[in-house]
């Protein structure tokens, strides 16, 4: 039952309906606002999840282009500006990469 009331894949109404022709439960207004709770609590960390991966993936692309920049010869200010990062993060990256230096 409870794998059922936190499924990413089913909706409220889908839930609701579960719970009540599946398992026989009589739905109140308290358990139906406390499956919305669930339903939106799980949505909500769905999307910071979602959100995160989609900040981390940005990031890595802004480093590999950075790296790629600065094989190129660009000025460091020229690249954070590109990369859209500050020139500390670009000291910390180039300096992981094997401390190259920055120009």
């Given amino acids: 039952m409870m794998s059922k009331v936190f499924s990413m894949n089913l909706s409220y109404k889908e839930k609701m309906d579960t719970l009540q022709n599946e ?3 009589s739905v109140s207004r308290e358990i139906s606002e406390e499956v919305l709770s669930v339903c939106n609590l799980s949505t909500g960390v769905f999307r910071k999840g979602y959100d995160s991966g989609i900040s981390a993936g940005e990031m ?7 790296y790629e920049l600065q094989d190129m010869g660009l000025a460091a200010e020229k690249i ?18 094997g401390g190259m230096p920055v120009k």
Avoid: C, G, N, Y
Wanted: charged share 40%.
């Fill in 23 to 25: 398992f026989k439960i």
């Fill in 60 to 66: 890595r692309k802004a480093r590999e282009t950075a």
């Fill in 80 to 97: 954070a500006k590109a990369v859209k990062v500050s020139t500390d993060t670009l000291q910390k990256w180039f300096a992981e990469r």
